[in-house]
Antibody
Framework: EVQLVQSGAEVKKPGESLKISCKGS????????IGWVRQMPGKGLEWMGI????????RYSPSFQGQVTISADKSISTAYLQWSSLKASDTAMYYC????????????WGQGTLVTVSS | QSVLTQPPSVSGAPGQRVTISCTGS?????????VHWYQQVPGTAPKLLIY???NRPSGVAVRFSGSKSGTSASLAITGLQAEDEADYYC????????????FGTGTKVTVL
């Protein structure tokens, strides 16, 4: 069974940095893309970007380019979503999910990481 | 603001058929990109429901079906059940956005 396990909920202050993680199997991180999806409170899903851990090829939605950094360490089968300076508007649930290609569906999802940014 | 538009809500009685539209444009659905559908029960992660326009993953009930035509796609639920009450999202890709993914605005399905 494919599993993506995300790191736990975070409470941060504006201006702080943060890196959340998504861990899967070695097979997933060699052969698939991993994407990140944002869901703000009471709102819909937003496609943020994807990474191919095999060679670190990364694609961002224009809405998130420059706002976050997506990375991966295939040696430990883990992908990351990172902020250098959080804003209150970054408060959201963040999901990682697996893709079979760069323009395909998300077939398996992590459980989500809730990020709360508040002073 | 999403480039894929869905109705905010649809409702139906148990056993009825409901459809959810996903309207795009010539740079996404109309450009030939596949459409995928997800179901999200409140408080849980989304689940893939339909992929590549009209394919069901293993384990998804046959009452869910998808179609695509021109710049739009549709999800149909035939024989609505109480457990189908959830939010539904379409997803595709858009060449005007550096070929990044896009989700629809989402539709809340209510079982009366």
């Amino acid at each position: 069974e494919v599993q993506l396990v995300q790191s736990g909920a975070e409470v941060k202050k504006p201006g702080e940095s943060l890196k959340i993680s998504c861990k899967g199997s070695a097979e997933t991180f060699i052969n698939y893309w991993i994407g990140w999806v944002r869901q703000m409170p009471g709102k819909g899903l937003e496609w943020m970007g994807i990474i191919y851990p095999g060679d670190s090829d990364t694609r961002y939605s224009p809405s998130f380019q420059g706002q976050v950094t997506i990375s991966a360490d295939k040696s430990i089968s883990t992908a990351y979503l990172q902020w250098s300076s959080l804003k209150a508007s970054d408060t959201a649930m963040y999901y990682c999910a697996r893709q079979t290609s760069s323009i395909s569906r998300f077939d398996f999802w992590g459980q989500g990481t809730l990020v709360t940014v508040s002073s | 603001q999403s480039v894929l538009t869905q109705p905010p809500s649809v409702s139906g009685a148990p056993g009825q058929r409901v459809t959810i539209s996903c309207t795009g444009s010539s740079s996404n659905i109309g450009a030939g990109y596949d459409v995928h559908w997800y179901q999200q029960v409140p408080g849980t992660a989304p689940k893939l429901l339909i992929y590549n326009n009209n394919n069901r993953p293993s384990g998804v009930a046959v009452r869910f079906s998808g179609s695509k035509s021109g710049t739009s796609a549709s999800l149909a639920i035939t024989g609505l059940q109480a457990e189908d009450e959830a939010d539904y999202y379409c997803q595709s890709y858009d060449s005007s956005l550096s070929t990044s993914g896009v989700f629809g605005t989402g539709t809340k399905v209510t079982v009366l």
